[in-house]
């Protein structure tokens, strides 16, 4: 009965999104206010039904109700109740439910926090996100629908992929949807603003802190992937630019792009129509990110249900959207005229240089993931493109950003001064240098690109120290510091904490790529093996029974100079629904760097196989990704970004302390 | 962006969505890795028999004048079970020579295989060690090989030979040759 509920719910919604996607329209035409209202209603209407059918095919997964076909094909009655929960997720439709479930959360958002938007433009958007929601809700019915029952119903599941079986992935995908689904509220805004043909900096305000939300959760939602791969898949690496790693990729760069490009438009008025065009490519990205890898066009390691008539759907509704919107953004684009003007060295321009550059590397991304594919059509010979053609590009177009970086926040709106803000980073420019060259001349000239990547690591972090110590003349008048620190606006310290991560990520990436020790051998219990510094004892390797996998352990006492550091307990797991090997890396963070071992196969004769690794600093992949998370949280609750700023203080928020935002 | 210069986004994704489309047809399976031994001799081998007494294969014998089917089977590999039948008719309706590899199977295994669902090759052999399959580009088995008269590589199976494929790919391409 729950999962015919469910479907009824699903219906209804899409019935509503129809009627949401033509009345605010009409009421738009006809001058009508209250049709134009209704929007909201519908809105809400939406969310509720949305949630209904999300509850309906959970409660399923958490009943293991095998009579619904979806549940059967993808659960099982001795998996645990946090991976019955995820398994619900974890499937091709479950997975467009979750993302029809968010994307009517977001619309419902917008109606209830939207209220200081005119509610001429307010309905316009709702109108955009039900239109997305009948593409999403037709394909979920007529191609995907996940509550079609089974008769007669299997007495037991077929089970979840065991590598899904993971804390770490049971949450990334819901969070990495919020972040895709969240850019959605940013195309519906750009959308309606092209209907209506004007773009004003009050729109960028508006927009802007979804933009950021969708970039706090893609940020994090990336991270926790990563994280995943890493001690999952058990050889220590932790990005592989597999197309779906790309495709969740593109999207972050085109958000980190779109939040620097909207603070021209609301500071400046300028880069209006560049600000619309990302706004619709960021959440272009986001389409191809989800749909691409299930339309059976590309392969890739988290290709699930391919199938061509879904991909055909798939490509159909894609095309419409994507090349939609960029229709009518040619269409409308030329009413958006510029208007403020800025000089070569000023604050817009290094935030059009960070567009320049953070955009270049998401068509590079966008290139090497689909070259493979034109060339097939070409030729028909297959290649791959493999990480050293994304790490020289990444290296090429990320390193100048860096260095603006550091300028860019110091420099003034309209013109600005680079020899003043080059003598405030004078201390970061030296002691980069010197960093880079100790490193190159230590190793004589065998770690060049450590050598930069430290010193861009170093630059970073200490820019971002020295431009926070200017604002606050932390050394002109450490005494006010406090005072002075409580001034600065809540989007700048988020501004400060987001670059630090970055200058950390790259110091993480760096050292643990440079320093990374490894060793692959065979080991019997009680043998010793030295890596990094650490003598690492196999003591023994013993069988243990989980709830629906068994697994063998190794058990490694890991000490330094004879005292002890860690214990690490990596497994080799078997699961029986569906039979599957996977590794539990056993690992242990120390300031220093991760421990971290893999146990293999037997090898006979009592020995393992097993690969034992010191990754120095590689927490700072993890550390780096928090605060940049952090800093988009701290931003998120500027006053300016909660109050959503009436037409009538637009005077008030640009005055001087505002700006230096 | 003024001119016709607001056209270019638009102007990608088409070309970008024609790609999707054109790559989205046909019966292409985005994980199959084509093999670059299409339309070259096949590589040089020479493998024991299967059975004891029996001669053993090497590539020589593949230039019989007639196109000829290698198949790469082992009695561990689920699949191989799946196509077996379709092999017993190539073989026996169709009268398709088809020369068996026994790929990392135990000779006793292979055997005891072909007693229990029948055997379908005109001579069988052992690729121990799978240095042959390496040579042959397998990237797992089952996987057909069709060789034409003078033993040259004409097409390649993936996977095993079931469902639809037998008619739809493998037969064309057999009756090309004949």
Redesign the interface.
């Given at each position: 009965m729950i999962p015919e509920i469910g479907h009824f719910a699903l219906i209804a919604a899409l019935m509503l999104s129809l009627l949401g996607a033509v009345v605010p329209h009409v009421g738009i035409r006809r001058g009508d206010t209250r049709l134009m209202a209704m929007a909201e209603q519908i809105a809400y209407g939406q969310f509720l039904m949305a949630m209904m059918a999300f509850a309906a095919l959970t409660y399923a997964y958490v009943g293991s109700d095998f009579s619904v076909m979806n549940v059967a094909a993808n659960s099982h009655t001795a998996k645990p109740l946090l991976y019955k929960i995820s398994g619900v997720w974890g499937n091709h439709e479950g997975s467009l439910l979750l993302w029809v479930f968010v994307l009517s959360l977001f619309s419902a958002a917008v109606a209830l926090r939207g209220k200081s938007l005119p509610l001429r433009f307010r309905s316009r958007v709702l109108a955009v996100q039900s239109a997305l929601l009948v593409g999403f809700l037709l394909f979920i019915l007529l191609s995907s629908n996940p509550f079609l029952r089974l008769d007669p119903a299997p007495l037991e599941g077929n089970g979840l992929n065991p590598l899904l079986q993971d804390p770490g992935l049971a949450f990334h995908p819901p969070m990495l949807y919020v972040g895709y689904v969240g850019l959605s509220v940013t195309f519906s805004f750009a959308i309606a603003a092209l209907i209506e043909g004007e773009v004003t900096p009050l729109w960028a305000r508006w927009v802007r802190p979804w933009t950021l939300a969708a970039w706090v959760f893609l940020t994090a939602g990336i991270a926790l992937g990563s994280w995943w791969a890493y001690y999952e898949l058990g050889w220590g690496g932790w990005w592989f630019w597999d197309p779906v790693e790309n495709a969740s990729f593109m999207p972050w760069l085109a958000a980190a792009a779109l939040l620097h490009s909207s603070i021209v438009v609301e500071k400046r008025d300028a880069l209006k129509s560049w600000t619309i065009l990302l706004a619709i490519v960021a959440f272009s990205f986001s389409l191809l990110g989800t749909f691409l890898v299930r339309s059976g066009v590309l392969t890739s390691v988290h290709a699930f249900a391919v199938d061509p008539e879904r991909g055909v759907y798939i490509l159909a509704f894609l095309a419409l959207i994507i090349g939609g919107s960029l229709a009518l953004y040619a269409w409308r684009a030329p009413r958006l005229s510029p208007s403020g003007l800025f000089g070569m060295v000023s604050r817009e321009s290094a935030l059009v240089l960070n567009n320049i550059l953070l955009s270049t590397f998401a068509a590079v991304v966008l290139v090497g993931t689909l070259y493979p594919l034109v060339l097939e059509a070409v030729n028909g010979t297959q290649i791959t493109v493999g990480p050293p053609f994304f790490e020289y590009a990444a290296t090429v177009l990320m390193s100048p950003l860096i260095v603006a970086l550091g300028f860019g926040p110091l420099l003034a709106w309209k013109r600005g001064r680079i020899g003043k803000s080059a003598q405030i980073l004078l201390p970061a420019a030296i002691i980069s240098l010197v960093i880079f060259w100790s490193v190159v001349w230590s190793s004589t000239g065998g770690l060049v690109m450590t050598g930069v990547g430290l010193g861009l690591g170093a630059w970073l972090i200490i820019s971002v120290f020295l431009e926070i110590s200017s604002r606050t003349k932390l050394f002109k008048q450490p005494s006010r510091f406090f005072k002075r620190a409580g001034r600065v606006p809540r989007a700048t310290w988020g501004m400060s904490l987001a670059h630090m991560g970055l200058g950390i990520i790259i110091l993480g990436i760096t050292i643990s790529e440079a320093w990374t020790e490894e060793v692959l051998k065979l080991m019997r219990a009680g043998e010793t093996t030295d890596v990094g510094g650490y003598s690492f004892t196999l003591e023994h390797v013993s069988p243990i029974a989980g709830p629906n996998y068994t697994a063998v352990r190794g058990s490694f006492l890991v000490e330094k100079n004879d005292t002890f550091i860690a214990r690490l307990l990596p497994e080799d797991r078997v699961y029986s629904d569906p039979p599957m090997n996977t590794t539990e890396a056993g690992i242990y963070p120390l300031v220093r760097g991760d421990l971290y071992a893999v146990i293999g196969e037997y090898a006979g004769g009592n020995a393992w196989s097993v690969r034992l690794y010191f990754k120095p600093f590689i927490s700072g992949l993890w550390l780096g990704a928090i605060l940049m998370v952090v800093g988009g949280l701290v931003s998120l609750t500027d006053r300016r970004q909660r109050i959503g700023a009436p037409a009538g203080k637009r005077n008030k928020a640009s005055s001087p302390t505002a700006a230096e935002a | 962006?003024?001119g016709y210069r607001?056209?270019i986004?638009?102007l990608i994704?088409?070309a970008?969505?024609a790609?999707?489309?054109?790559?989205?047809g046909g019966d292409r399976n985005?994980?199959e890795?084509?093999s670059v031994l299409l339309d070259k001799p096949v590589p040089v081998f020479s493998l024991p028999a299967l059975y004891e007494g029996k001669p053993s294969l090497t590539e020589a014998d593949l230039k019989t004048g007639k196109p000829i089917l290698v198949n790469f089977f082992a009695s561990w590999c689920v699949p191989c079970r799946a196509e077996h039948d379709n092999l017993m008719r190539l073989a026996h309706d169709q009268g398709v020579p088809i020369i068996g590899i026994a790929y990392k199977d135990e000779p006793q295994r292979s055997i005891g295989f072909l007693e229990e669902l029948g055997n379908p090759f005109v001579a069988t052999v052992k690729d121990r060690d799978g240095r042959t399959a390496i040579d042959w580009g397998v990237t797992g088995v089952p996987e057909t090989f069709l060789i034409d008269g003078d033993g040259i590589l004409r097409y390649r199976h993936w996977g095993p030979i079931v469902g639809d494929s037998l008619e739809k790919r493998l037969l064309p391409q057999l009756k090309e040759l004949q």
């Open positions: - | 962006m003024q607001r056209y986004p638009l994704v088409v970008i969505f790609l999707f489309l054109k790559m989205l985005p994980k890795i084509k």
